[in-house]
């Protein structure tokens, strides 16, 4: 394999792992915020939430705790948990090849 082969693999994992680490970022972002009563008439905390609930889309409303904060953590914590897993499973593989 040649090094300048390498070196494309080694960018394109890293831009994966950068990927999942925002997507969970946001999505911890969003959890802070919730449980921080921040001000959701704000342009940038609707944003972030906006953003938050498509990234969890599959795990929002997920669980059926009784506190609303427990939902919140529990299903945008998994998705956050999941893309960070999966991502940067995905980057080693391909840093691997």
Known sequence: ???????????????????????????????????????????????????ARWLAGWSHDLFTFDEEWARVVAGYGLAAVVYLFVGHAIANRVHRH
Do not use: C, K
């Open 1 to 51: 394999m040649s090094p300048r082969y390498r070196n494309g693999a080694n960018q394109a994992g890293t831009v994966i792992a950068i990927v999942a680490d925002v997507m969970a970022l946001v999505l911890g972002l969003w959890i802070l915020m919730y449980l921080l009563d921040a001000n959701r008439a704000n342009e940038f905390v609707q944003f972030v939430h906006d953003v």
